[in-house]
C-alpha cells in the first residue's frame, strides 16, 4: 500500500523570465514527477499563479514546500489538500463523426456531461468538456465507441474555498 498523495500546490510567483523554469527544476533535480503544471498572469501582472500537481508522501510534500520557499521567485505558496478547495480541468475532444449515427450519440454525450461542441467539420466534432479529473475521465470512457482522434487536455488548476486565498 503506498502512502502516496495527490496534492495540488499552488504558488503565487514573480511574472519574470526563468521562474517557471526555477520551480519545475527543483522538482526534476530531486526526482519528484509532476502530474499537471498549469500557470497564467494574475489581476497583478506582476505575479503568476501556478497550480502543479504531484504524487507524493506528506513528507515528501513538506519537503518540496520548504525548497520552494526558499526560490526568489516564490512569493506564497499553498497545498490546496490542507483546505477545502474547487479543482478544474478542461479538455478538448476532437471525434470522427462520420459513422452513421455517430453524430446523434456524441451530441447525447456532449449535453449529458454538460460539455459544449465548440467545431464542426463534415467528419469531425470539437468538443469542450470542463470539471473534475473524474468528470473529463468518464466523458472519455463514455465515448469509448465513437473514434477519438485526439485529446488535449489544461492540467488541474485549483482555488481554496471560502475566505482562505492565496494572496500577497
Do not use: W
Not at 14 to 32: I, T
Not at 47 to 63: A, D, G, P, Y
Not at 88 to 98: H, P, Y
Not at 124 to 138: C, F, P, Q, W
Amino acid at each position: 500500500m503506498s502512502d502516496e498523495i495527490r496534492h495540488v500546490i499552488s504558488i503565487l510567483m514573480e511574472n519574470e523570465a526563468g521562474a517557471l523554469s526555477r520551480v519545475s527544476g527543483l522538482f526534476s533535480a530531486r526526482g519528484y514527477n509532476i502530474e499537471s503544471l498549469t500557470v497564467a498572469p494574475t489581476e497583478d501582472a506582476t505575479l503568476s499563479r501556478l497550480t502543479l500537481v504531484t504524487l507524493c508522501s506528506e513528507e515528501i510534500v513538506e519537503q518540496i514546500m520548504k525548497q520552494l520557499h526558499k526560490l526568489v521567485d516564490v512569493v506564497k505558496l499553498m497545498d490546496l489538500n490542507d483546505y477545502p478547495h474547487i479543482e478544474r480541468e478542461m479538455m478538448l475532444v476532437k471525434v470522427d463523426v462520420q459513422k452513421h449515427g455517430s453524430c446523434d450519440q456524441v451530441k447525447r454525450l456532449t449535453d449529458i456531461f454538460r460539455a459544449r461542441i465548440i467545431d464542426v467539420s463534415d467528419k469531425t466534432y470539437t468538443i469542450e468538456v470542463t470539471g473534475n479529473r473524474s468528470k473529463l475521465d468518464a466523458f472519455l470512457q463514455a465515448l469509448s465507441e465513437a473514434r477519438i482522434m485526439e485529446v488535449v487536455r489544461s492540467g488541474s488548476t485549483g482555488i481554496a474555498r471560502g475566505s482562505s486565498a492565496l494572496t500577497v
